[in-house]
């Protein structure tokens, strides 16, 4: 890990255990959270690159391919995490 990403996640301090996300809920947080922040659908939708690899996602617990939530620009998940409950 970089330093400048240990910077950005002390900053973003979120309420969440979310540590790892499969790219479907990655994309639908960070939608939602430009939606809910600025009334607009996110410009940029990702990283890049993003390293993914075979984990659990932590939001809709499929075994899949997962990276971290930076790659999403650390999203507000209980966005997500509200609708999947309901
Ligand atoms: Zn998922």
Redesign the pocket.
Known sequence: MKKADKRIKSMTTKKTDILE??S??GLTANYLTCLKKYGKPPIKKAHDVSTYHAGT?D????K?S?TEPRDFFYPDFNLILKKIKV
């Open positions: 996300v499969c479907p809920c996602c939001v809709c617990g499929e899949t997962v």
